[in-house]
């Protein structure tokens, strides 16, 4: 079983900045790809930014030249710079990871408990 914990959210103004940081713990061999998420009250969870294996990276139309996603693989971490931030930006942040827990066993997905964030003056 591998747990993720996220930490970084808070309370920031509009134009301020955050960093989000999610790390994995639990039998693990290997981690595939990593995103965040998100779901604001009344939304759906949608894809923030992701990033492979390999350390390529694709990211929402609405946060592409604010968010940066990036990984540690030694640490098993994935982090979110957060820039620019504004009030639609406000809602619930999730890690997910696609953890393969031995060379032989299946890949699967987990997700972090969640992390808010709120934009606001």
């Known amino acids: 079983q591998v747990q993720l914990v996220e930490s970084g959210g808070g309370l920031v103004q509009p134009g301020g900045s955050l960093r989000l940081s999610c790390a994995a713990s639990?039998?693990?061999?290997?981690?595939?790809?990593m995103g965040w998420y998100r779901q604001a009250p009344g939304n759906q969870r949608e894809l923030v930014a992701g990033?492979?294996?390999?350390?390529?990276?694709h990211y929402a139309d609405s946060v592409k030249g604010r968010f940066t996603i990036s990984r540690d693989n030694a640490k098993n971490a994935v982090y979110l710079q957060m820039n620019n931030l504004k009030p639609q930006d406000t809602a619930v942040y999730y890690c997910k990871m696609v953890v393969a827990p031995s060379r032989s066993l299946p890949t699967y997905q987990s997700w972090g408990q969640g992390t808010q964030v709120t934009v606001s003056s």
């Open positions: 639990g039998s693990i061999f290997s981690i595939n790809s």
């Open positions: 990033i492979s294996s390999g350390g390529s990276t």
